[in-house]
């Protein structure tokens, strides 16, 4: 079946600039996580839906951060006035609930990685 | 909140060589514990899990034991292949599951 699928899988963009980030997760998971990961780094958390509503968002960096899911299926990422430290990969993954966040696996996207000049 | 050191690499083991790869980590609570993997120009894939004290996660020749009284997950494989050559990361999660991963460590297997 279809994995994970994140759109852009590339996106340039100036300083100062705002910018989308799509991802579609595996039909029928309720649980979406989005991550970053800069060059050499693992991914880091930055926010975790449970259907439409943002269960976590302590991984945010900042408020030109914001994340929204209001179907409980796709979700966007959008930052504000980017900032060429916001370069990395951008990941989504998603899971099922099935008893329990901690204990699904979580399925990740091929990412998209930003580039901020 | 949770945190985790993983052994840095790149560790590079000849084919049939045995691999550990050492993970320890901190949480609060009773944290999942999970190795995820990304092989060369690919999206991170889980590799195997625990979900409690004691447990085994196997898969692909790879395990990992969950041993909560020295908080580690170390990961081990009695012969490595050249397919095995990815970056691996270890990650506990936490009751909502959101991962807090290693800086990983790039394993290169040669022939």
């Known amino acids: 079946g279809a994995g994970v699928s994140q759109t852009p899988s590339n996106k340039v963009t100036e300083k100062g600039k705002y910018v989308e980030l799509r991802c579609d997760p595996i039909?029928?998971?309720?649980?979406l996580y989005w991550y970053r990961q800069s060059l050499g780094q693992g991914p880091e958390f930055l926010i975790y839906f449970q259907g439409t509503g943002a269960a976590d968002d302590s991984g945010l960096p900042n408020d030109r951060f914001f994340a929204v899911r209001p179907e409980g299926s796709v979700s966007t990422l959008k930052i504000q006035r980017t900032e060429r430290g916001d370069s990395a990969v951008y990941l989504c993954?998603?899971?099922?609930?099935?008893?329990?966040?901690?204990?699904?696996?979580?399925?990740f996207g091929p990412g998209t990685r930003l580039t901020v000049l | 909140g949770n945190s985790v050191t993983q052994m840095e690499g790149p560790v590079t083991l000849s084919e049939e060589a045995f691999l550990t790869i050492n993970c320890t980590y901190t949480?609060?609570?009773?944290?999942?514990l999970f190795w995820y993997v990304q092989y060369p120009g690919e999206g991170l894939q889980l590799l195997l899990k625990?979900?409690?004290?004691?447990d085994k996660g196997s898969n692909k020749g790879f395990e990992a034991t969950y041993r909560k009284e020295t908080t580690s997950f170390h990961l081990e494989k009695g012969s490595v292949q050249v397919s095995d050559s990815a970056v691996y990361f270890c990650?506990?999660?936490?009751?909502?599951?959101?991962?807090?991963f290693g800086t990983g460590t790039l394993l290169a297997v040669q022939p």
């Open positions: 993954a998603s899971s099922s609930f099935v008893g329990g966040p901690r204990y699904n696996e979580q399925f």
């Open positions: 625990a979900t409690k004290a004691d």
């Open positions: 949480a609060t609570g009773y944290p999942s």
């Open positions: 990650a506990p999660g936490g009751a909502t599951n959101k991962l807090i």
């Open positions: 039909s029928g998971h309720t649980a």
